[in-house]
T-cell receptor, first 113, second 113 residues
Framework: ETGVTQTPRHLVMGMTNKKSLKCEQH?????MYWYKQSAKKPLELMFV???????ENNSVPSRFSPECPNSSHLFLHLHTLQPEDSALYLC????????????FGAGTRLSVL | QKEVEQDPGPLSVPEGAIVSLNCTYS??????FMWYRQYSRKGPELLMY????GNKEDGRFTAQVDKSSKYISLFIRDSQPSDSATYLC?????????????FGKGTKLSVIP
């Protein structure tokens, strides 16, 4: 176990649904991240939070809405997704934003029908 | 030109072989050079990182960075079937409220017993 837990592990949703992905880290880290991993594409950094403040939003569509209520929890709220949003969504944490070592969760496999 | 180029493979080698995995990058501002390993149905885990040109060794793994050529490599000696995974290079530039982390597509490695 990496100390980063993601739920659910699998999610199937329709394009009109609203769902949320959850990430929890038990490592006492100050930075958390959301990534999208699609087949045949590089891992894409979506959002970066440092001390619960959003630092980066790499041109992610507004149908993805992150929330970081405290340094241990990170959510990704999903609404009106498209089939091309189907992917593995990974959460990670690190000691702080300058630390090169990130600890990843196992991911949520999302399918949008 | 993409910021990080990595041959996706797949790469298949016999057990005991020396494996060479490579990435090139275009942005000379990058500070940290990392290699992650990702097993099927798991999140990536950091294998090694370095921030300077030269070699860094850890057991059977050697990370090599050539900043003048913008080229990074990972060598695996005496490869084992348990090394079968996807290997991702990643390059980080972080500081002063900005964060740029770019991954390669990953190279899928199979070590055949």
């Amino acid at each position: 176990e990496t100390g980063v837990t993601q739920t659910p592990r699998h999610l199937v949703m329709g394009m009109t649904n609203k769902k949320s992905l959850k990430c929890e880290q038990h490592l006492g880290h100050n930075a958390m991240y959301w990534y999208k991993q699609s087949a045949k594409k590089p891992l894409e950094l979506m959002f970066v939070y440092s001390l619960e403040e959003r630092v980066e939003n790499n041109s992610v569509p507004s149908r993805f809405s992150p929330e970081c209520p405290n340094s241990s929890h990170l959510f990704l709220h999903l609404h009106t997704l498209q089939p091309e949003d189907s992917a593995l969504y990974l959460c990670a944490s690190s000691q702080d934003m300058t630390a090169p070592r990130q600890y990843f969760g196992a991911g949520t496999r999302l399918s949008v029908l | 030109q993409k910021e990080v180029e990595q041959d996706p493979g797949p790469l298949s080698v016999p057990e005991g072989a020396i494996v060479s995995l490579n990435c090139t990058y275009s942005n000379s501002a990058f500070q940290y050079f990392m290699w992650y390993r990702q097993y099927s149905r798991k999140g990536p885990e950091l294998l090694m990182y370095t921030y300077s040109s030269g070699n860094k060794e850890d057991g059977r793994f050697t990370a090599q960075v050539d900043k003048s050529s913008k080229y990074i490599s990972l060598f695996i000696r005496d490869s084992q079937p348990s090394d079968s995974a996807t290997y991702l290079c990643a390059i980080l530039n972080s500081g002063a409220g900005s964060y740029q982390l770019t991954f390669g597509k990953g190279t899928k490695l199979s070590v055949i017993p």
